[in-house]
């Protein structure tokens, strides 16, 4: 079982709409969460990160943790061209910084 | 948030040479990593760059081949020994602000022919 697994892309959505994005994790006791955005070609580009269950909001973008259900996802609001991207999901276990990512996944925003 | 400047961005190499990647950070930090990202891939991490001693590696990973220095808590460098066309990937550098977030170079990108 892989350490960080994201929902298998791509995913396009409308502009305006959500985007929805999932990761699960194995390590039970991870303790930070982190979501990245990278364009083509770039290095990945903190969005946000969550450390506790529940919702956290930073403009168009919430983070939504799930410990129990080892669960968390980034929801986009509003989406734009300019979202269109690959989102990667990281995740540090207890008592470390060496970040684990997902995949990631590839979101297309149509005009 | 720190800035991170990794040097070169970009470098083309003939395989059997050695490439040597520099990451410098305008603050001091206690926590720098090396990941390598293959063309298609999500991001691997290599190693943390200890200061003052020997980095720790990850599995897959030895000294020999990827052999990194930190002399102080703002630079550290990452060298690609002895090259082959496997090794064409990003590699960049992270550090951890406050304890809390994890910010990354922009990458060097390393193609070897």
């Known amino acids: 079982q892989k350490e960080v697994e994201q929902n298998s892309g791509p995913l396009s959505v409308p502009e305006g709409a959500i985007a929805s994005l999932n990761c699960t994790y194995s390590?039970?006791?991870?303790?930070?969460f982190f979501w990245y955005r990278q364009y083509s070609g770039k290095s990945p580009e903190l969005i946000m990160f969550i450390y506790s269950n529940g919702d956290k909001e930073d403009g168009r973008f919430t983070a939504q943790l799930n410990k129990a259900s080892q669960y968390v996802s980034l929801l986009i609001r509003d989406s734009q061209p300019s979202d269109s991207a690959t989102y990667l999901c990281a995740v540090n276990p207890p008592n470390d910084y060496k970040l684990s990512f997902g995949a990631g996944t590839t979101v297309t925003v149509r005009a | 948030s720190a800035v991170i400047s990794q040097k070169p961005s970009r470098d083309i190499c003939q395989r059997g040479t050695s490439l040597t990647i520099q990451c410098q950070v305008d603050s001091q930090v206690t926590m720098m990593f090396w990941y390598r990202q293959q063309p298609g891939q999500s991001l691997t991490l290599i190693a943390t760059a200890n200061q003052g001693s020997e980095a720790t590696y990850e599995s897959g990973f030895v000294i020999d081949k990827f052999p990194i220095s930190r002399p102080n808590l703002t630079f550290s460098t990452l060298t690609v020994s002895n090259m082959s066309p496997e090794d064409s990937s990003i590699y960049l550098c992270?550090?951890?602000?406050?304890?809390?977030?994890?910010?990354f170079g922009q990458g060097t990108r390393l193609t070897v022919v």
């Open positions: 992270s550090v951890w602000q406050a304890d809390t977030e994890a910010f």
């Open positions: 390590d039970r006791g991870s303790q930070s």
